[in-house]
């Protein structure tokens, strides 16, 4: 069975930085699309960035030029590298991967982690 399994999340004055990693378990295959999406409390959850197998991006307006998304594929794992973090950034991170196969064959549409909580205080 493939699981995502997030670490990095924590508590942060604003003006910091966090780095996020999430990692895929299992006989992984191949990953298409990895990313990461945040909920606020009260919020929907939301796109926050995403990074294809061939290493093209996509970050929502709001995270342009402070975050950035890399991905180490031999490690099927994906990171968010959070600068100048502000309070309104303070919410549930998940992770995301789309289109999982696995070395047996499986093949998952989209996979979530469990989210790790990011808190960024004025």
């Known amino acids: 069975q493939v699981q995502l399994v997030e670490s990095g999340g924590g508590s942060v004055q604003a003006g910091g930085s966090l780095r996020l990693s999430c990692a895929a378990s299992g006989s992984i295959f191949s990953i298409n699309a990895m990313g990461w999406y945040r909920q606020a409390p009260g919020k929907q959850r939301e796109l926050v960035a995403t990074?294809?197998?061939?290493?093209?991006?996509n970050y929502a307006d709001s995270v342009k030029g402070r975050y950035s998304i890399s991905r180490d594929n031999a490690k099927n794992s994906v990171y968010l590298q959070m600068n100048s973090l502000l309070p309104e950034d303070t919410a549930v991170y998940y992770c995301?991967?789309?289109?999982?196969?696995?070395?047996?064959?499986?093949?998952?549409?989209?996979?979530w982690g469990q989210g790790t909580l990011v808190t960024v205080s004025a």
């Open positions: 995301n991967a789309a289109k999982v196969a696995t070395a047996a064959g499986y093949r998952y549409p989209e996979l």
């Open positions: 990074i294809n197998s061939d290493g093209r991006t």
